[in-house]
């Protein structure tokens, strides 16, 4: 007989439960001393673990030491010296959540089949607008990421702005931005030629000038311009576009803006982040990422839309067997009306129970924590002789790099990342800029603090310091 049917004993739930809880309160706790990056053995591991599906089940505290270990050969992206593409820490918080959303298994998509769980999503749907100001026929949808929720915005701005017939469509988008911009726009179903990449100034903000002659050369040329996706906060260097001069541009040539804000949106608590992002509170939608600056574990992206009946619009599509769910948009949405997806995870709870819990106060006091830090960092490194700081960061991410006496400097930096990184306390990433690689740093998980951005330095400088001694 199976020693473990699918419908466990209360003893069984209870003790199951005990263990899983216990492993993660022991991961969360040991985070400050666990290795920054620990890949040994990892490929070794991950071969074992191709095999059938077994025909009997295995012990509940095997599987768990699997899980365990499994996790602990990464790159350790939930620590607070991870400080290399856009951190997400995970909430503990939030992963209670999802445990209650799992263990209730309820329906978010439909309101008539759940409305209060329906509602608890929208509330915390209506947040995110709050933190834009948007009013109140905004409506948004909670997304897998920052991906999808771009994705799904070059839809509602193709059908708002082009109708069914859109192979005159023309969208912008900078060359600074998220390659999922781009990738939206093809997937939406636009040829490569009309995706265009507006160039950057010389702090990589798109350049308005050159959008304007673009839009305007593509109007003379018989083209259709529909739709601008800007930046608030690039991936590469935080690096945050124009938008209210993008948008006076795109509300005079009657397009749609889109603010991609999946790292910076949520700094708009901040009084910084509030004139940072000035007019995004016009745009016509804005991409979120909670798993970034919201500190929400992976899965949780979102789009919202200042008129909302357009994302309605051109998702919607009714079916008849879901004919007696109809008609209580008036009161709760259904989000399955705009979004390409139904049955899915209960996303809204891991989002409401933490700021109901902690309190919207305690995520701004991390962002502005965030935003200091990247500043010290900033000046620090300025301040120390041969480091080059090109940007001075509009968010949370310092893109430098060591210019060493003599020898090629692309290649030192390459390893001077290496050696940083050897160091297990922290690790950073690279990028390019102006051909030249560059290394960065950007601080955004809720573990990060300043002791640690303090280590983070003098890992950075010593490895300089001894890689240029050894010449
Ligand atoms: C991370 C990011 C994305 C992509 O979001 P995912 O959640 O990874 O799909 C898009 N745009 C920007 C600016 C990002 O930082």
């Not at 929208?122 to 909670?142: I, K, N, Q, S």
């Not at 600074?176 to 265009?196: D, I, M, N």
């Not at 789009?303 to 008849?320: C, E, P, Q, S, T």
Request: glycine share 8%; hydrophobic share 45%.
């Amino acid at each position: 007989m199976n020693k473990y049917p699918l419908e466990p004993t209360a003893s069984e739930m209870h003790s199951m439960g005990e263990a899983a809880l216990a492993l993660v309160e022991e991961f969360v706790n040991g985070l400050p001393e666990a290795p920054a990056v620990d890949l040994d053995g990892a490929m070794e591991l991950a071969r074992e673990l191709q095999e059938r599906a077994p025909e009997e089940g295995s012990s509940f505290t095997e599987l768990l030491d699997i899980v365990a270990v499994a996790s602990s050969k990464v790159i350790n992206n939930s620590g607070p010296g991870f400080l290399a593409y856009i951190p997400g820490g995970g909430l503990f918080t939030s992963a209670l959540a999802d445990l209650l959303a799992a263990g209730f298994n309820r329906y978010v998509s439909l309101a008539g089949k759940a409305p209060v769980i329906a509602q608890i999503e929208a509330t915390a749907v209506r947040w995110l607008c709050d933190m834009f100001d948007y009013p109140d026929e905004a409506r948004g949808v909670l997304t897998s990421g920052g991906s999808m929720a771009n994705f799904s915005a070059v839809v509602t701005a193709r059908k708002a702005k082009l109708g069914e017939d859109f192979s005159l469509g023309v969208l912008y988008t900078s060359h600074q931005a998220h390659a999922s911009c781009a990738t939206a726009g093809y997937l939406a179903g636009f040829p490569k030629s009309r995706v265009r990449l507006v160039p950057t100034d010389a702090f990589l903000r798109m350049d308005v000038d050159a959008l304007a002659a673009m839009v305007t050369a593509d109007r003379a040329a018989g083209l259709h311009p529909f739709m601008v996706m800007a930046s608030a906060g690039t991936t590469n260097t935080g690096s945050v576009d124009p938008i209210g001069e993008i948008g006076a541009l795109t509300r005079a040539e009657n397009m749609w803006l889109h603010v991609d804000a999946a790292y910076g949106g949520p700094f708009r608590m901040t009084a910084y982040g509030r004139e940072l992002f000035a007019g995004i509170e016009e745009a016509e939608s804005i991409t979120l990422d909670p798993h970034k600056a919201l500190f929400v574990p992976y899965g949780t992206g979102a789009l919202i839309v200042r008129d909302g009946a357009r994302l309605r619009d051109a998702h919607h599509v009714a079916a008849d067997y879901l004919q007696d769910m109809e008609g209580l948009e008036e009161q709760i949405p259904s989000f399955s009306e705009y979004s390409m997806e139904l049955s899915r995870n209960f996303r809204g709870l891991r989002l409401w129970l933490p700021i109901k819990l902690h309190g919207m106060a305690a995520f701004r006091e991390a962002l502005e924590e965030k935003r200091e830090l990247a500043c010290y960092l900033y000046d620090e490194l300025r301040a120390t002789p041969g480091f080059e700081v090109p940007l001075e960061p509009d968010l949370t991410a310092v893109a430098f790099r060591y210019l060493p006496e003599d020898g090629d400097a692309d290649l030192f930096n390459q390893r001077l990342l290496q050696r940083i990184n050897d160091s297990k306390r922290v690790f950073l990433s690279s990028t390019n800029l102006d051909g030249h690689f560059v290394i960065r740093a950007c601080v955004v998980s809720h573990r990060t603090h300043r002791d640690r951005v303090e280590e983070a330095l003098r890992i950075i400088k010593g490895a300089a310091r001894e890689l240029a001694s050894c010449g």
